[in-house]
Each structure stands twice: as structure tokens, then as C-alpha cells.
Nanobody, 122 residues
Framework: QVQLVESGGGSVQAGGSLRLSCVASVDMGCMAWFRQAPGQERARVASITRELRDEAYADAVKGRFTISQDNGKNTVYLQMNSLKPEDTAKYYC??????????????????WGPGTQVTVSS
């Protein structure tokens, strides 16, 4: 079982920035960030493949969020800029064993971190 630990959440005013980090206990082919607000489904925000470093973003965060990885540290980051109140959610790190492919749906990921809360005030 892969262990994932997130950090970096917190509270910020609209327009501010936060950087989330996720450390994985082992290498995984795909790492992703999901978020879930109360009453909403968990949705993928961004993902990155380990080898090809292919990145994908939800339309709502394109141009504002950047996913990156440090393979030597088994760590993936999510840099979040120009934060909006609608970005408020619990953010989860997820890992998938697929090589060079990051699934879109949450059920396709087999490893999850406990989540970190991000709150953006207006």
C-alpha cells in the first residue's frame, strides 16, 4: 500500500497563493491532485505522469495552478496562484500505478492521502 502525505493547506484571501506538497512512499506512474467541497464529488484538479511529465488540468484551474514533481524525492507539488473562493475544498493527493497515463476519475486511483484543507476568503 502506497503511503501519501499532503501538506501546505491553509487559509488565504482571494488572489493569494498556496503550495501543496505530497510525499509518496514509493514511485508511482501517475500522481494527481483532487479536491472535494462539501456536497460535491471529488474531482481531479491536476495530474502528472512520472516518466513523460505529461500534465493535465481541470478547466477551472488552467493558468492558475501548476503541478510539478521531484522524482528524486517522490514528491509532487501543486502551486496555486490567483486563488478564488470557489477553490475552497479539501485537497487530496492520489497515485495510480499506470505508466504514462493519469486517469480522470477518482475510482481509478488506488492510493490516497488524508487530505489537506484549503480555504479562500473573499
Amino acid at each position: 500500500q502506497v503511503q501519501l502525505v499532503e501538506s501546505g493547506g491553509g487559509s488565504v484571501q482571494a488572489g493569494g497563493s498556496l503550495r501543496l506538497s505530497c510525499v509518496a512512499s514509493v514511485d508511482m506512474g501517475c500522481m494527481a491532485w483532487f479536491r472535494q467541497a462539501p456536497g460535491q464529488e471529488r474531482a481531479r484538479v491536476a495530474s502528472i505522469t512520472r516518466e513523460l511529465r505529461d500534465e493535465a488540468y481541470a478547466d477551472a484551474v488552467k493558468g492558475r495552478f501548476t503541478i510539478s514533481q521531484d522524482n528524486g524525492k517522490n514528491t509532487v507539488y501543486l502551486q496555486m496562484n490567483s486563488l478564488k473562493p470557489e477553490d475552497t475544498a479539501k485537497y487530496y493527493c492520489a497515485a495510480s500505478p499506470f505508466s504514462n497515463y493519469c486517469p480522470l476519475q477518482a475510482w481509478q486511483y488506488n492510493s490516497w492521502g488524508p487530505g489537506t484543507q484549503v480555504t479562500v476568503s473573499s
